[in-house]
């Protein structure tokens, strides 16, 4: 590890902003893919199915809340993150712009989505940026059961009717693209992070990913998607495509009805 | 799906006893983990274990609750 200090003193803004930007790319994905588990907390395959989900969604939000609060080493206030930008401003990644349809869709978020934001924190956690190493060790120990329960749905829906198995083929292959560039862009702030150290280069992101991916669509008898291109749509600000969440999902994430009671 | 229970054991230090917490119904042994980890997460448990109550052999009753050999709710026609 590179022990980068909390802050990154003397390091040029580009590091700074590409920093940034991956942080509260991490914590948007986590915050909005807690919302999208918690939709199927009723409604799940099982009551226990339900709870595990449940459990997730708190998972999700607590990653997320660590961190937003990461952001505070660059005089970020947390709260304004969490509660004052619009859904234009959230740099979640767009497999989750869409509700989860149904347990298919949720595994193929777990598996795909989740699974894709585990090897970013991997990357971190190589880094070495010393204010998240001591968070990312329990996010992972917490990322483990969710990769359990996916990787455990996966092959019974794989090994399911032939309904169940198009559906998670065509979840998969709606999901893999985005998560992947979004994780792992190659872009030149993902450069600027990966020539510093502070996470892994794009190719070893990717095939982190692939070598999850492979033996379960193996199953499926499809291919691991590739990664969307790096086309027109890239916006390099928030570090995903173009669009945004659905501003009700945003308002759920931000708490603004229940907040608005409370908070001045 | 057809589901099988699960009893569940846990303890929280290295020297206490496991004692049994609850049960769960599950497809496979895999997703038995999964939600035991997740429904009992009450504690910060050291260690925690599942079984199948189809491997659990009663010794001096058959009318104790392990006895119902893994049958599910369901298959018990709802008695538990």
């Known amino acids: 590890m590179s022990g980068f200090q909390a802050g990154l003193p003397g390091a040029s803004e580009e590091l700074i902003a590409a920093f940034r930007r991956l942080l509260v790319s991490l914590a948007d994905s986590k915050r909005v893919l807690g919302i999208r588990y918690s939709d199927w907390l009723l409604g799940a395959p099982s009551l226990e199915a339900g709870i595990a989900a449940s459990s997730m969604a708190q998972d999700e939000w607590g990653h997320a809340r660590l961190l937003y609060a990461t952001l505070k080493d660059f005089g970020v206030d947390p709260a304004t993150l969490e509660h004052d930008r619009s859904a234009a401003e959230y740099a979640s990644v767009e497999a989750l712009d869409a509700p989860f349809e149904d347990w298919a869709a949720f595994i193929a978020g777990v598996v795909v989505v989740d699974g894709a934001l585990t090897v970013a924190l991997e990357g971190l956690l190589e880094g070495g940026y010393e204010s998240v190493d001591g968070r990312i060790g329990k996010m992972l120990g917490e990322e483990e059961f969710h990769h359990s329960l996916g990787d455990a749905w996966f092959r019974r829906l794989a090994g399911g009717s032939p309904e169940a198995q198009e559906r998670l083929r065509t979840a998969v292959r709606a999901m893999a693209p985005p998560a992947i560039r979004a994780v792992a862009p190659g872009d030149e702030a993902h450069r600027t992070l990966s020539d510093s150290g502070l996470t892994l280069p794009a190719e070893q992101l990717r095939k982190r990913i692939r070598d999850r991916l492979e033996p379960l669509c193996r199953l499926l008898e499809m291919e691991v998607p590739e990664a969307t291109a790096a086309t027109g749509d890239w916006d390099s600000t928030r570090g995903r495509g173009a669009g945004a969440p659905a501003e009700d999902v945003v308002e759920r994430a931000r708490g603004d009805r229940n907040r608005a009671l409370f908070v001045e | ?80």
Request: charged fraction near 30%.
């Open chain 2, 1 to 80: 799906m057809e589901e099988k229970i699960y009893d569940v054991f846990a303890r929280k230090s290295r020297g206490e006893a496991l004692s049994h917490i609850g049960y769960l119904e599950a497809p496979d042994d895999a997703l038995a983990r999964v939600y035991a980890w997740k429904t009992y997460d009450e504690e910060n448990w050291f260690e925690m274990c599942v079984v199948p109550r189809s491997a659990i052999l009663p010794v001096n009753r058959d009318d104790g609750p392990f006895s119902l050999g893994g049958r599910s709710k369901a298959q018990m026609g709802g008695r538990r």
